[in-house]
């Protein structure tokens, strides 16, 4: 049975490095690609939220973080990721984009949103 999970907190680890950050297959997080092809995910909402003051304590940082550079960083991570891996995922704005992927995944068998 496909499933869309609506809220994912992955891409917080792409902050400290948002190049190599590898959504294809990553054993530190709990969400990557490959495990959602294994587990039936028919799209994933990944959440980009602002952090809340004195966030910089829990991370270790000396100061506090950028609200744009932290978007901005998860963002792209996203982006990157997408983009190399779009054999079998790709974005969904919305809900007609959706539904042409899911379309198509019927045909191939091998796309996520």
Do not use: W
Not at 58 to 84: F, G, T
Not at 96 to 107: A, G, K, N, P
């Amino acid at each position: 049975m496909k499933y869309i999970d609506t809220h994912c907190d992955t891409l917080m680890g792409s902050f400290f490095d948002p190049q190599g950050f590898d959504l294809l297959n990553n054993p530190k997080t709990m969400v990557d690609f490959t495990r959602m092809k294994q587990g039936g995910a028919m799209a994933q909402f990944f959440a980009m939220f602002l952090l809340p003051p004195g966030a910089e304590k829990m991370m270790n940082l000396d100061k506090p973080v950028d609200d744009e550079d932290y978007i901005m960083k998860l963002s792209s991570a996203l982006k990157r990721n997408v983009e190399a891996n779009s054999d079998i995922i790709a974005m969904a704005h919305n809900a007609d984009e959706l539904l042409v992927f899911t379309d198509r995944q019927q045909c191939y068998k091998t796309r996520l949103s």
